[in-house]
């Protein structure tokens, strides 16, 4: 069974900057698209960034201020959040699903290409 964990939530100002971590466990059936989500409340979760190798897939509204990217063994995917916004608040889930295709479905909602999750971190950007 796939394992995938979180970390690296918190509370920041408006501005301000942070890192969230996703470690990976137990996959060992070759290469494996992985992605986070977010998921504010009251609203549907939404896809934010996929990575394959290299980022495929970018919301808008995080283009120039997130950046995804994964370990040389790809165990651990991370997310570099920058200039974070109020409404950047959510709780935030790692994905992952076998193969290439599921970067091509980030914004279906709901998010149905990706197997595995974690349980998610939140993140509280305050004004």
């Known amino acids: 069974q796939v394992q995938l964990m979180e970390s690296g939530g918190g509370s920041v100002q408006a501005g301000g900057s942070l890192r969230l971590s996703c470690a990976i466990s137990?996959?060992?059936?070759?290469?494996?698209?992985m992605a986070w989500f977010r998921q504010a409340p009251g609203k549907e979760r939404e896809g934010v960034a996929c990575?394959?190798?290299?980022?495929?897939y970018y919301a808008d509204s995080v283009k120039g201020r997130f950046t995804i990217s994964q370990d040389s063994a790809k165990n651990t995917l991370f997310l570099q959040m920058n200039t974070l916004k109020p409404e950047d608040t959510g709780m935030y889930y790692c994905?992952?699903?076998?193969?290439?295709?599921?970067?091509?479905?980030?914004?279906?909602?709901?998010?149905?290409?990706?197997?595995?999750w974690g349980q998610g971190t939140q993140v509280t950007v305050s004004s």
């Open positions: 994905a992952a699903n076998p193969g290439i295709g599921s970067c091509w479905t980030m914004t279906l909602k709901p998010p149905t290409g990706f197997a595995y």
């Open positions: 137990k996959y060992t059936s070759g290469s494996v698209s």
């Open positions: 990575i394959y190798g290299y980022p495929l």
